[in-house]
């Protein structure tokens, strides 16, 4: 099963394989870039294009597999976690899931996809479950599940993007000093036109928040600094055909905003909450190796701060540019957790 991340900006794809001793492989991965516009807001606005860029992304990964996990933005999903009894069957649950929902989405059950996970033991009562209950309008799941229809693929899972990301940061974080046992992490993925931020402790996600800053300021400021269309801007800044004087008057200023809103956002989470400390920053998405963000990061914040490759540790197939995928690689986070799904059904 193929994990497929589909943002405003890129279609990412990865493959994986796993041992008997649990090790992954890197079968397959690929990026397909998408013009501004065709998706938005979670939404595909331009199908046929967007079901174009799909099938290229997989003929560019030269993978051969139809089965595929996709997610939606945590911004059109609902979810809660409740607790219910222990001991329910399936059926029981089921009616009693649909009850709680009741109370929480602003929707009429008919309208929504919902499901439901047993995330473990309550923590209050030995009598109790903790389930997490997850909901979205019907037509945002018919959307993704067209997407992949169209192009030949057959959709085995909806995730949320945050949730598949999570998983893949858990791999990387357990490869941190101490295996990350008692760190408190904060993952900034940082996209072309928003940031999630995620802080983890242990197994607890303790705080979550998106923000709109991304790649797309960059983009915008070399198009007034040089007069290029954002299209020509976009282009240059990708291939790297940028004027002499660009790290100083454009990429120098954007690192320092950039970091100036981690720090913001660290605040706030500082405030909102009865956490003080962070013990790592990481960082994902496309705009996370930008040169010199890191170490920005790191100084504005005095939190040790890296860019996350989701494949360290794993073996690489050899139908895999392994040069690209390194370059690339902080922008394949999502998908790669939801390849991970196959894993784990």
């Known amino acids: 099963?193929?994990?497929?991340?589909?943002?405003?900006?890129?279609?990412?794809?990865?493959?994986?394989?796993?041992?008997?001793?649990?090790?992954?492989?890197?079968?397959?991965?690929?990026?397909?870039?998408?013009?501004?516009?065709?998706?938005?807001d979670g939404n595909i606005e331009k199908f046929d294009e967007v079901v174009g860029a799909l099938r290229r992304v997989i003929g560019k990964s030269a993978s051969k597999t139809r089965d595929v996990a996709m997610a939606l933005p945590a911004s059109v999903v609902i979810s809660k976690k409740i607790i219910l009894p222990s001991g329910l069957?399936?059926?029981?649950?089921?009616?009693?899931?649909?009850?709680?929902?009741?109370?929480?989405?602003?929707?009429?059950?008919?309208?929504?996809?919902?499901?439901?996970?047993?995330?473990?033991?309550?923590?209050?009562?030995?009598?109790e479950v903790e389930?997490?209950?997850?909901?979205?309008?019907?037509?945002?799941?018919?959307?993704?599940?067209?997407?992949?229809?169209?192009?030949?693929?057959?959709?085995?899972?909806?995730?949320?993007?945050?949730?598949?990301?999570?998983?893949?940061?858990?791999?990387?974080?357990?490869?941190?000093?101490?295996?990350?046992?008692?760190?408190?992490?904060?993952?900034?993925?940082?996209?072309?036109?928003?940031c999630g931020m995620q802080v983890l402790h242990g197994?607890?996600?303790?705080?979550?928040?998106?923000?709109?800053?991304?790649?797309?300021?960059?983009?915008?400021?070399?198009?007034?600094?040089?007069?290029?269309?954002?299209?020509e801007a976009e282009s240059k800044k990708r291939s790297g055909e940028l004027p002499g004087d660009y790290g100083l008057t454009v990429l120098k200023p954007f690192v320092e905003s950039l970091a100036q809103e981690v720090e913001r956002a660290l605040g706030f989470f500082f405030t909102s909450t009865l956490h003080h400390r962070v013990d790592y920053i990481l960082l994902a998405g496309g705009t996370a190796s930008v040169?010199?963000?890191?170490?920005?990061?790191?100084?504005?914040?005095?939190?040790?701060?890296?860019?996350?490759?989701?494949?360290?540790?794993?073996?690489?197939?050899?139908?895999?540019r392994e040069k690209t995928m390194l370059r690339e690689a902080p922008s394949y986070l999502t998908a790669c957790g939801l390849a991970m799904r196959r894993f784990l059904r």
């Open 89 to 127: 069957s399936e059926r029981e649950m089921e009616v009693q899931v649909e009850s709680e929902a009741n109370q929480y989405i602003p929707f009429s059950l008919d309208e929504v996809s919902l499901d439901f996970c047993v995330m473990g033991p309550g923590v209050s009562s030995p009598g």
């Open 1 to 40: 099963m193929m994990g497929l991340d589909i943002s405003a900006s890129s279609i990412k794809l990865v493959e994986l394989a796993q041992d008997r001793a649990g090790s992954f492989t890197l079968e397959h991965c690929g990026i397909e870039l998408l013009a501004r516009g065709w998706v938005g």
């Open 131 to 194: 389930v997490m209950i997850s909901a979205s309008r019907k037509e945002k799941v018919a959307d993704r599940q067209a997407l992949a229809e169209a192009a030949g693929l057959h959709p085995v899972v909806l995730d949320v993007e945050s949730y598949a990301s999570r998983l893949a940061a858990e791999r990387v974080i357990r490869l941190l000093p101490g295996g990350g046992v008692g760190l408190v992490i904060a993952l900034f993925e940082i996209g072309a036109v928003a």
């Open 291 to 320: 040169a010199g963000l890191a170490k920005a990061i790191t100084r504005h914040t005095s939190v040790a701060c890296q860019v996350v490759n989701p494949f360290n540790g794993m073996r690489v197939g050899r139908r895999v």
């Open 203 to 231: 197994d607890d996600l303790i705080y979550e928040r998106e923000q709109i800053f991304g790649g797309a300021q960059l983009t915008q400021m070399l198009a007034q600094q040089y007069g290029f269309t954002l299209e």
